[in-house]
């Protein structure tokens, strides 16, 4: 239903009862090479996502290394490139909103919610 968007790398592992929302990415972080500089295949570089895991829309989850752990819970738009363990919840920090004043070069804090 919300898997619009969704990429899966090739060498991605996805365990039993995983949720993946729309925009998810679950990417290389680079591909290995050779001393000449070609691309070497084979080699696991997209992470492993473990059973009964939830990913909301937008997350970027990267790397061959990475695992994220079972039962875990990634938010909207995390971005994250190591592993997580078991039962593990990983949420973006709300951000905050910064504004440029024509008349000033800096950026303001707002007293706006984003």
Request: hydrophobic share 30%.
């Amino acid at each position: 239903d919300h898997g619009t968007g969704v990429v899966i790398g090739e060498t991605c592992e996805i365990g039993k009862h995983v949720k993946l929302y729309q925009g998810v990415t679950l990417g290389a972080l680079s591909f290995a090479t050779d001393g000449e500089g070609n691309l070497v295949r084979g080699q696991k570089r997209h992470p492993t996502i473990e059973d009964d895991v939830v990913v909301y829309a937008n997350a970027t989850i990267l790397g061959g290394n990475t695992t994220v752990g079972r039962g875990s819970v990634i938010g909207s738009s995390v971005w994250l490139t190591s592993s997580v363990g078991p039962g593990t919840t990983v949420l973006l920090e709300k951000p905050k909103l910064k504004m440029r004043s024509e008349t000033n070069d800096e950026l303001l804090p707002s007293d706006r919610q984003v």
